[in-house]
């Protein structure tokens, strides 16, 4: 199955949309990869899940990529006598270690790190902001604060605290089972919630010890500001518009959307552009004009990929979706301006041999208007490089590793194919023109370029390239 799209498309699953034949049809719609929200999804869901997707897999005959995505640390105010209390702006708050219900007066919270961190002048905000406090006073016990805005708060409503750093790994005890279990299921990116420092992303990368791709989602200001480190322990960035939306002005966001964005493509990490995209399309056949203009600015970004929440997961159009995103993605990248605004974004490589072959791989393609750069790739980092490059012809990246190519499914313009590794030079390159004639993106009499490292089998030494023709039996010529 050939994708012309260069951008790719990150589905969610959930209960409309975890038996296998919607899978299939999700992926047939145009979704590359697939999320699975271990927020509401049980060891044996999640397992029956990954093994519906590989089969899928099988029957497509490409990879795809699983992406668990971990809840995180969940902070909640307690309950009330009377399940809600109805405030007054300017009028005084408290949030307690008192199990006791609630009141008008005052809460339980039961998270005593938040008494340690607070400091007066902190906002905390309640139920996705709705309801907005700030605190006055800290006896380590209990929160004085004063409403700022809103009126009701209700049982179990979650807590946001933009301006504190909480003394709180990325992981709970929760997460910690959860990833052991995806972990033995073989999935390849795990997803982490709530990041704030580096050292989160290193705790979870002693556990996982390779065996899945790490994604640090971006979605408080903490982790904003230290973005530069956190994105030096991880794998790739998810831009969780969400929670980012929650804690930092909503103004803010569309600029951090780009700084994180621009960031990854430097860096070479992919970069994931995350919720409400199609929200409307969670109820509706169609989306809002306001909801193309965002998926196509995404896609204008140079993003690697978008993702759909409960689009796919729980709306009643989720094939729709899937197909409407799809859509928006192939029109984009026909735009007059796409390459122009791709291009100008375009920064220095790094000075490497292996960059500097990625460099030339796009710079000689595109001036002999080659079919495509065709790259092996066993650990994944020469595609990474080929799509950092962002080249207007197709990647073709081929690896015999099939996680790496697994994990390759979010990357940028990124075709992969499991291929057996290459025996000698000669093998390489046939390899390489017969594969893109087999995948329809080279005829006969169609030059390619195919890079590599030399000796074979050695990962990260991309070192050398090779321009083909594709012979008339499909193999490649000199």
Same mark, same amino acid.
């Given at each position: ?300 970004? @140079? %993003? +690697? =990929?978008?993702? *759909?929440?409960?689009?796919?997961? #729980? ?5 729709? /979706?899937?197909? &409407? ?27 490497? @041999? %292996? +960059? =500097?072959?990625? *460099?030339?791989?796009?710079?000689? #393609? ?5 079919? /495509?750069?065709? &790259? ?28 790496? %190519?697994?994990?390759?499914? *979010? ?68």
């Amino acid at each position: 199955m050939r994708r012309t799209r260069k951008v790719k498309i990150l589905a969610t699953l959930g209960p409309a949309s975890s038996d296998e034949a919607m899978i299939a049809k999700l992926h047939e719609a145009g979704a590359d990869a697939f999320r699975i929200n271990m927020s509401h999804t049980d060891h044996a869901l999640m397992r029956e899940l990954v093994g519906r997707i590989r089969e899928v897999e099988k029957r497509a005959g490409r990879p795809i990529g699983i992406l668990a995505d971990l809840q995180g640390p969940k902070l909640r105010v307690g309950s009330f006598a009377e399940k809600s209390a109805t405030l007054k702006v300017g009028q005084d708050f408290t949030l307690d270690d008192n199990p006791a219900p609630g009141d008008e007066s005052r809460v339980h919270l039961p998270h005593p790190e938040i008494f340690d961190a607070v400091e007066p002048g902190h906002r905390l905000l309640i139920d996705d902001g709705r309801l907005q406090l700030e605190a006055v006073e800290n006896n380590g016990g209990s929160i004085r604060c004063k409403v700022i805005a809103g009126d009701r708060i209700s049982d179990r409503k979650g807590v946001s605290l933009p301006d504190t750093d909480l003394p709180l790994g990325a992981l709970t005890e929760k997460d910690r089972r959860d990833l052991d279990a995806v972990l033995a299921t073989g999935v390849d990116w795990i997803a982490l919630s709530f990041i704030q420092r580096p050292q989160d992303l290193a705790e979870v990368r002693k556990v996982a010890r390779g065996r899945a791709a790490l994604m640090a989602k971006i979605e408080k200001p903490q982790a904003v500001k230290r973005l530069a480190e956190i994105m030096e322990l991880s794998d790739g960035l998810m831009v969780a518009r969400g929670d980012l939306g929650v804690e930092m002005p909503l103004e803010a966001v569309p600029g951090i959307q780009k700084q994180i964005t621009r960031a990854c493509r430097r860096a070479g990490k992919p970069v994931v552009v995350a919720t409400q995209m199609l929200e409307s399309m969670i109820s509706a056949p169609v989306p809002t004009r306001a909801e193309v203009s965002d998926v196509a600015t995404a896609v204008f970004e @140079g %993003a +690697d =990929a978008v993702m *759909l929440s409960a689009e796919s997961a #729980a709306g009643q159009y989720p094939a729709e /979706a899937v197909a &409407t995103m799809s859509s928006i993605g192939n029109q984009v990248e026909r735009d007059p301006n796409y390459h122009d605004i791709i291009d100008a974004q375009r920064g220095a490589p790094e000075p490497t @041999g %292996a +960059d =500097a072959i990625s *460099l030339a791989s796009r710079q000689i #393609a595109e001036t002999l208007h080659l079919s /495509a750069i065709i &790259t092996y790739t066993s650990s994944g980092t020469t595609g990474l490089r080929a799509a950092r490059e962002r080249p207007r012809v197709p990647i073709i990246a081929l690896s015999p590793v099939v996680e790496t %190519a697994r994990r390759l499914s *979010l990357v940028w313009g990124t075709h992969c194919v499991v291929s057996e590794d290459a025996s000698d030079l000669e093998d390489m390159v046939d390899r390489a023109c017969r594969i893109a004639f087999e995948e329809r993106f080279a005829n006969p009499g169609d030059r390619v370029i195919v890079t590599a490292g030399v000796p074979l089998r050695t990962p990260g030494a991309t070192n050398m390239l090779r321009i083909a023709y594709i012979g008339s039996d499909g193999l490649g010529a000199l």
